[in-house]
C-alpha cells in the first residue's frame, strides 16, 4: 500500500530533551516536506527536501533540523525542544513533476513539550 | 508573501443542506487545490484546478478557479456527517520548483445528523 508513515504518533517530552520524528514514503517520491499545524494557522512548512541530499528551509524552520540522507527517509528533528514547538506535525510527499502538485501526507505527530 | 486567507473559519450546518467556502490571496497561483482533512488523520486532496476560471465537478463537489487565479470556491452539496473535517485551500508558491504549498488556515466544517 503506497504511503506516508510517521512515528511516533503522540509524543509528550520536556524542554530541552532532543527528539526525532521518523517520516517514511514507498512511493519513491522526490519532494518531502514537513508541516506543523496549529488552531487558526492551518499548515506551515518547516522544511522541504527535493531529492536526496537537498533541502530547504521553508516559512517556519527555526529551532528544527532535517536531514535527506536516503529517498525514503526525511526525519524531522528538534534538537531543543522548547513548549512552542507543541504542534501537530505532519511529513507529506509529492512526485517530481506532477501535474496537481499532489501532496500525500502522513497521519500526523501530536508533540507536546512541558 | 502568498498566503491565502479563507472563510468561513468554521461552519455547523444540518445534513442535508449545501456549503459554500471561499479563498483569497493577492497572489496569483498557477494551481488551486483543495484538501480535506479528516478528523485524526493528514489532509487529502480533493481536487486541483489549473487555468483560470475552471469549474469542476467531483460528485457533490464543485470548484472553481477564480478568473484572477487569485481565488477560488469550493461547495458541497446535500452534505453528509461523513462530510466533517476541515477543508484547505493551497497553493503552490513560485518560490522553487512548486514544492513549496501554500495552505489557507482552514474551513472546519461541523455537520448536524
Known amino acids: 500500500e503506497a504511503q506516508v508513515t510517521q512515528n511516533p504518533r503522540y509524543l509528550i517530552t520536556v524542554t530541552g530533551k532532543k527528539l526525532t520524528v521518523t517520516c517514511s514514503q514507498n512511493?519513491?517520491?522526490?519532494?518531502m516536506s514537513w508541516y506543523r499545524q496549529d488552531p487558526g494557522l492551518g499548515l506551515r512548512q518547516i522544511y522541504y527536501?527535493?531529492?536526496?541530499?537537498?533541502?530547504d528551509k521553508g516559512d517556519v524552520p527555526e529551532g528544527y533540523k532535517v536531514s535527506r540522507k536516503e529517498k525514503r527517509n526525511f526525519p524531522l528533528i528538534l534538537e531543543s525542544p522548547s513548549p512552542n514547538q507543541t504542534s501537530l506535525y505532519f511529513c507529506?510527499?509529492?512526485?517530481?513533476?506532477?501535474?496537481?502538485?499532489?501532496?500525500?501526507f502522513g497521519p500526523g505527530t501530536r508533540l507536546t513539550v512541558l | 508573501g502568498q498566503q491565502l486567507n479563507q472563510s468561513p473559519q468554521s461552519m455547523f450546518i444540518q445534513e442535508g443542506e449545501d456549503v459554500s467556502m471561499n479563498c483569497t490571496s493577492s497572489?496569483?497561483?498557477?494551481?488551486w487545490l483543495w484538501y480535506k482533512q479528516d478528523p485524526g488523520e493528514g489532509p487529502v486532496l480533493l481536487i486541483a484546478?489549473?487555468?483560470?476560471?475552471e469549474l469542476t465537478s467531483n460528485g457533490r463537489l464543485t470548484a472553481q478557479f477564480g478568473i484572477t487565479r487569485k481565488d477560488g470556491f469550493l461547495n458541497i452539496s446535500a452534505s453528509i456527517p461523513s462530510d466533517v473535517g476541515i477543508y484547505f485551500c493551497?497553493?503552490?508558491?513560485?518560490?522553487?520548483?512548486?514544492?513549496?504549498?501554500?495552505f489557507g488556515a482552514g474551513t472546519r466544517l461541523t455537520v448536524k445528523p
Open positions: 507529506a510527499s509529492t512526485l517530481a513533476g506532477a501535474t496537481n502538485n499532489e501532496q500525500f
Open positions: 512511493m519513491n517520491h522526490e519532494y
Open positions: 527536501s527535493m531529492n536526496v541530499e537537498v533541502t
Open positions: 497572489s496569483i497561483f498557477n494551481t
Open positions: 484546478l489549473y487555468k483560470a476560471g
Open positions: 493551497a497553493g503552490p508558491s513560485y518560490r522553487n520548483n512548486n514544492n513549496d504549498m501554500r
